[in-house]
């Protein structure tokens, strides 16, 4: 399971399309995602290569590092990991020639359906960190108005 994880992130590193959607459950109907990025929508299997092809296309020097990674078996062919993932690398846009850094950390959830002797991507979440206040600093409540 760990080496799927990896082999995902190192695709995505390498730019290697074809592997990233490999390690993808190939189903419209099972797969979903949640992004951290645009579109916050639940996204099908298409949607999600897509997104990902784009984002991964516009950074050069792409690094990570996981932290805290766990995993547990649900059952014999259902495994879910969570983890912190740091990435970072040079967000290009090349209408302008110029580029700027990209980091990010993010909370991320993966589950894994065992299928063709090996391990594939059903569901992904990843959410960035909130802003870390003071320790002092109470932390405001938000009430929502009932409608």
Known sequence: MKNAIYRVLDAAKNRDFGILAEMHFPSEEIFSKFDDSAPYKRQTLAQALMHEEVAYSNITD???KVEDLKIELLKEDVALATFHLE???LFVNDYRFEGS???SKLRVTMV???KN?????VHEHFSRFPEE?????PRPRVLQKEK
């Open 112 to 114: 894994f359906l065992w």
């Open 133 to 137: 206040r003071s320790g002092s600093e």
């Open 87 to 89: 990435t970072g690398g």
């Open 101 to 103: 850094p990209a980091r």
């Open 117 to 121: 002797d090996q391990w594939l991507i």
């Open 62 to 64: 792409f690094n990570y």
